[in-house]
């Protein structure tokens, strides 16, 4: 079934709304959430809440709202700064830069990690790649679901996984080739 796209306009509008609300709570009350919880979070479990869908389509819908509306965008990320850097007091000396000076040291780090990959894919094949790229997402995981920074969260991983070695290489192992099976079947699906 197909959505309407007056459907899709309300579902939008009512989304856009929540957002703005919950911003605007974060603003004039940030301990609506605790010391270590996300503010991202916050705002994106109120449209799951609100809504009453997936916290999955909560996810999309908050990525189109931020995508189609550049200054909804500049302040949600403003609010999550605020709270995450500023008021907790870390990256300060990130939080000090101009919008300006800050996308350019996002797009410097971008860029690196997308060349370090590549040349790290070429070195050492798409396996190493992957399984790297599938511990950082974990261990950032980690790091988001206690409150702890991506360096703790990446030890505690990595303790983890040593004391765990045979069931964990497996899952990763396992993974790659779900993930190889799929590419090569959309491909195959697209070739024909």
């Keep these: 079934m197909t959505m309407r796209s007056s459907d899709e306009n309300e579902i939008i509008r009512i989304g856009k709304e929540v957002i703005i609300e919950q911003m605007n709570n974060l603003v004039t009350n940030p301990e609506l959430i605790k010391q270590n919880e996300c503010a991202a979070c916050h705002i994106l479990f109120e449209l799951v809440n609100k809504m009453h869908i997936s916290e999955l389509d909560a996810t999309d819908l908050l990525s ?16 999550v700064e605020d709270i ?30 997308l060349e370090e990959k590549s040349s790290e894919l ?3 094949g798409y396996d190493l790649v992957l399984r790297k790229l599938l511990i950082s997402a974990i261990a950032l995981e980690i790091a988001q679901n206690i409150g702890v920074d991506y360096h703790a969260a990446m030890e505690e991983l990595y303790y983890y996984m040593r004391k765990n070695d045979e069931q964990t290489n497996f899952a990763l192992v396992e993974f790659g080739a779900r993930l190889r099976r799929s590419h090569y079947n959309s491909d195959w699906k697209n070739f024909r």
């Design 122 to 124: 070429v070195n050492y």
């Design 84 to 113: 995450h850097m500023k008021r907790r007091m870390m990256a300060i000396p990130f939080v000090l830069k101009s919008r300006n000076a800050k996308d350019k040291f996002i797009d410097s780090n971008f860029k690196n990690f």
């Design 64 to 79: 189109r709202i931020l995508l189609n509306d550049p200054h909804l965008n500049d302040t949600f990320v403003e609010v």
